[in-house]
């Protein structure tokens, strides 16, 4: 019997497509349906159980699936078929939510690009607050068709010569200041006695709200309100001095949340929204965000955002993440950070700055697991993973291809990127495969003690994976159903 050459600790390395002379101790060539823990070693990954039937296959063909999560309401899942509806299910109750009647779907038609069809990469989500914002990518957002009230009674060049007139109520006067036309100009209404700062007479009054976001509210009867969230109207200057926000006219590629501001991603545009109340403010009302400044004579911090985050490189915003410093906006082929050497960001504070030059799969959000941020890049042949790490705003960041060592492994039809940071790890799915492929990394005291790649196989195709406290919930396409499953991931393996 031949002497033992050879003690391995334990299979925590995951996979390795390295060859055997240069994998090291504790690789393996596949892991299928494990997982890598600290305390247990690799064992097996927690068993999936069935929960309920969403329906046909069919019904949902090439749906984007999304969750719902919020602090005053359980776990929910819902999706939006292309020129359909939407649809949302309580994960708890496994019931079916009604749709109001009130409900309209046609937002979720409009398609202005050429060429193209909506699908699943056509739409994006967001939960804020005590709603869901829903994003059309292919909708182009145009201005509002309804123009500004009343008509210009009077013509001065300064605001003190306000008083040498006689008004009437409802007149409007013009103040021209400087000789160059437009630049400066204010709009005074004339009212109850006072002149009141006012818009421009005959002017878009703002975004045509049915081209921009939407918004997903479940009531609290159980059933859900779908339609158009509104915005604030422009109430005081004109086109130059208050003017369109940088996406009217173009397609709005993500949506997010910043500083308690509504975020949201044109091109190379980056723009946030004026504050929204405090959430203990709120009472029954939905919030409307509000893109225009309030006063053209004054400038305000609160005042909405508008950045351009072009360089020498042409670039697409497709996702944003916050740090320490500010906010990591990722391109398709360029990564930004926006930040205020103040501290606060306001409109005269906010910079932007590239910190990297990588190619980023742009229907993919990027996750943040701890302070790590990875994103995707694929090829013709697999996917890659990067890793981002920010060290701050005079320090170049670390960037490292966590995938390279399965260079082949992950196929490129990976369309959903998904992070669990109470057990640190991230997990990428197509929702034309039935694999789900996992990367964890376990730090105690701020040092790595393993990074393991391994993968888990379901009875379907995966439409979408999703944690909450601490449970796996995915939803399966098995053929002609599609179904529900979940799986704890804290198990004791002795006990459960």
């Not at 985050?309 to 916050?322: I, N, Y």
């Not at 996917?383 to 291809?401: A, W």
């Not at 599609?482 to 804290?490: G, N, Q, R």
Request: aromatic letters at 10%.
């Amino acid at each position: 019997m031949p002497n033992v050459s050879q003690q391995i600790k334990s299979y925590l390395g995951g996979i390795s497509q390295q060859t055997d002379y240069e994998m090291q101790p504790g690789f393996l060539k596949d892991v299928i349906n494990g997982y890598p823990d600290i305390t247990y070693g690799l064992r097996k990954r927690p068993g999936l159980r069935y929960e309920f039937t969403l329906g046909d296959s069919v019904d949902y063909e090439g749906a984007y699936w999304f969750t719902i999560s919020q602090a005053e309401i359980p776990p929910h899942i819902a999706c939006i078929v292309p020129n359909g509806e939407v649809n949302v299910w309580n994960l708890i109750t496994r019931q079916k939510l009604t749709a109001s009647a009130a409900n309209d779907y046609s937002y979720l038609s409009k398609n202005d690009k050429p060429f193209t069809t909506l699908n699943r990469d056509s739409f994006k989500s967001l939960s804020i607050q005590n709603v869901t914002v829903v994003l059309n990518r292919n909708c182009r957002v145009q201005p509002s068709s309804v123009l500004t009230p009343g008509a210009i009674t009077e013509t001065v060049t300064t605001y003190g010569e306000l008083a040498e007139l006689t008004p009437e109520e409802g007149d409007i006067a013009h103040i021209t200041n400087t000789p160059e036309e437009g630049l400066d100009d204010i709009f005074m209404l004339y009212s109850d006695g006072a002149w009141n700062e006012c818009a421009k007479p005959g002017i878009s009054d703002g975004v045509d709200d049915a081209t921009t976001a939407h918004i997903l509210v479940i009531l609290p009867d159980g059933t859900f309100l779908f339609g158009s969230g509104g915005s604030v109207r422009r109430t005081v200057g004109d086109l130059v001095t208050n003017p369109n926000p940088s996406f009217v006219g173009s397609f709005l590629t993500n949506v997010f949340f910043y500083l308690n501001r509504v975020g949201l991603l044109s091109r190379d545009n980056i723009f946030l929204s004026q504050p929204l109340r405090p959430d203990n403010v709120i009472t029954d009302e939905i919030q409307k965000p509000n893109y225009f400044k309030v006063s053209s004579l004054t400038g305000s911090p609160a005042d909405p955002i508008d950045l351009n985050a072009s360089s020498v490189r042409a670039t697409a915003l497709t996702s944003v993440l916050p740090t320490v410093q500010g906010l990591v906006i990722f391109g398709d082929n360029e990564q930004f950070i926006l930040y205020s050497e103040q501290g606060v960001v306001t409109p005269n504070t906010a910079l932007i700055k590239s910190i990297s030059t990588y190619e980023m799969s742009p229907t993919v959000d990027a996750v943040q697991q701890g302070d790590e941020y990875y994103f995707i890049s694929k090829s013709q042949r697999n996917t890659r993973v990067f890793q981002l790490l920010i060290r701050g705003i005079n320090d170049s960041p670390i960037l490292n291809d966590v995938s390279k060592i399965i260079t082949d492994y992950i196929p490129n039809n990976v369309d959903t990127l998904t992070a669990n940071s109470q057990n640190q790890f991230i997990s990428l799915s197509s929702s034309k495969d039935d694999k789900m492929y996992m990367y964890r990394v376990y730090k105690e005291n701020g040092e790595v003690q393993f990074r393991s790649w391994y993968s888990w196989k379901v009875p379907g195709k995966v439409l979408i994976g999703s944690y909450f406290d601490d449970r796996f919930f995915s939803t399966i396409n098995c053929g002609s159903k599609i179904v529900i499953a979940s799986a704890l991931l804290s198990l004791v393996p002795e006990e459960d």
